[in-house]
């Protein structure tokens, strides 16, 4: 049954593609609305967290490198991710309200709204991304091929994204108190996730729990992709338990969402 959920919420984001990338169109825009920069806004900030990055910690900290990788790289590398996840969760939380007017008055498709939530911030994630190529090189460490392995973390994180996204959008609705909740455990899992510290510092046995965060893989992911140049299939056991977790975590969202969109209307 939670299968067929899932395929039915597939199959009308295939119906409804042309209102999708048009509602996520309208969500870029609506960044820069009234802005002079406009667009270049994207890579203004995330370039001015970098440079903070940089200077605190290496100018300021004089943080020591991790395996002769400059401590900047390798918080960068993981704190890309985090952003746009962090960002599509927080906004996926709120976005059934946002577009309340919409829901009470048509027949309106809301599943496709946290696709929306997804989208739009994606486009903040690649101004990230390619500062993070650009700071790479002039540290002087090498391109690679492996790069292009980031795809496939990213399409991890979209999964799990998508199915926590559903899941708070729809609980929102019924219980505003889950908007609230949601900043409070994106900052625990962010320092819950090793991005600004080295799993290795850890006891074993405590390094082990940790890893149960799903996060931990995508994060190691990138830093596999774009630091370490390791492939993903080395990590076959953790591979398999993050997509466990993470089909879990689409397939209970999913039918949550089916379940109670019907009464949205009304509740709202």
Not at 205 to 225: A, E, M, T
């Amino acid at each position: 049954m939670i299968g067929r959920g899932i395929f039915r919420l597939a199959k009308d984001l295939i119906q409804y593609n042309q209102m999708l990338r048009a509602l996520a169109h309208r969500e870029v825009a609506s960044m820069y609305v009234g802005s002079f920069l406009g667009f270049i806004w994207t890579f203004i900030q995330p370039g001015v967290m970098i440079l903070v990055f940089w200077f605190v910690f290496s100018v300021g900290f004089k943080a020591k490198p991790l395996n002769d990788v400059p401590f900047v790289v390798w918080l960068t590398a993981a704190m890309a991710p985090w952003f746009v996840f962090s960002a599509i969760i927080s906004s996926a939380s709120t976005v059934i309200l946002q577009y309340s007017h919409l829901i009470k008055k048509t027949v309106f498709p809301s599943q496709i709204l946290v696709v929306v939530k997804i989208l739009s911030n994606l486009v903040g994630h690649g101004a990230f991304l390619l500062l993070l190529v650009i700071l790479i090189l002039c540290n002087g460490m090498p391109f690679s091929l492996y790069y292009f392995q980031s795809i496939y973390y990213l399409f991890c994180l979209l999964v799990l994204a998508s199915g926590i996204g559903w899941l708070v959008s729809s609980l929102n609705v019924y219980a505003r108190d889950v908007g609230q909740l949601i900043p409070v455990i994106i900052q625990v899992g962010f320092w819950a996730t090793p991005i600004f510290w080295d799993l290795t510092i850890m006891p074993e046995n405590i390094q082990f729990w940790l890893k149960l965060n799903p996060f931990y893989y995508i994060v190691q992911g990138y830093r596999d992709s774009f630091i370490y140049f390791v492939p993903f299939w080395e990590h076959a056991a953790y591979t398999l338990y993050f997509w466990v977790v993470a089909l879990f975590s689409l397939l209970t969202g999913g039918w949550v969402f089916r379940r109670l969109k019907p009464q949205f209307a009304d509740v709202l």
